[in-house]
């Protein structure tokens, strides 16, 4: 079935410092590919989007780009902040009924 | 316009008991969708609810049931509730199932003792 893979954390980086998260997927079809972030106690917020191949998603300061070739969807950002510490997971809509299939969640921490 | 509501944001339940958690969608959107994230983990899809129909199952059992009413709002059912069932459960709003992505709530945090 549909799946997807991202690095594991924690992720811990000093302010100012570039951020690459990976994400893989598995999937049957043409999924939309999502970024969700998530601060402590609270529930998920959408960061970015891609709906097709090669389309790039963009959002205060993050990027990802729709990899069809190979099936990744990596997360970066030239310079995180400390406001940037919060889980991050990477998402596709698969499965039938546009049904999210999220990763694991990466554990991102930024030092001032 | 506001966005999903969760209610409540925390409940404590004795195993065997049941619980009801509600949820108001985003203004416009006629999809539901429930998950279930379990601590340290991604979010699993419980089920979905489309125009007060369920229309999407994940592999959860049938004590997990729901409702979506005619305003869309949706409320989550969990009977004989058991210890694995504590996570916090995420509702999702969307106003054309799901594709263009869903907008999240804040979710309820169960507790099973």
């Known amino acids: 079935g549909d799946s997807v893979t991202q690095m594991e954390g924690p992720v811990t980086l000093s302010e100012e410092a570039f951020l690459t998260i990976n994400c893989t997927y598995t999937a049957t079809g043409y999924p939309s590919l999502f970024w969700y972030v998530q601060y402590p106690g609270e529930g998920l917020q959408l960061l970015l989007k891609a709906t097709k191949a090669d389309d790039k998603g963009s959002n205060k300061g993050f990027e990802a780009t729709y990899r069809k070739e190979t099936t990744s969807f990596h997360l970066e950002k030239g310079s995180v902040q400390v406001s940037d510490s919060a889980v991050y997971f990477c998402a596709l809509t698969g499965g039938g009924y546009n049904k999210l299939i999220f990763g694991a969640g990466t554990r991102l921490a930024v030092h001032p | 316009e506001t966005g999903v509501t969760q209610s409540p944001t925390h409940l404590i339940k004795t195993r065997g008991q049941q619980v009801t958690l509600r949820c108001s969608s985003q203004s416009g959107h006629n999809t539901v969708s429930w998950y279930q994230q379990a601590l340290g983990q991604g979010p699993q899809f419980i089920f979905q609810y489309y125009r007060e129909e369920e229309n999407g199952r994940g592999n959860f059992p049938p004590r997990f049931s729901g409702l979506q009413f005619p305003n869309y709002s949706s409320e989550l059912n969990v009977n004989a509730l058991e210890l694995d069932d504590s996570a916090l459960y995420l509702c999702?709003?969307?106003?054309?199932?799901?594709?263009?992505?869903?907008?999240f709530g804040s979710g309820t945090r169960l507790t099973v003792v």
């Open positions: 999702a709003s969307s106003p054309n199932q799901g594709n263009y992505g869903y907008t």
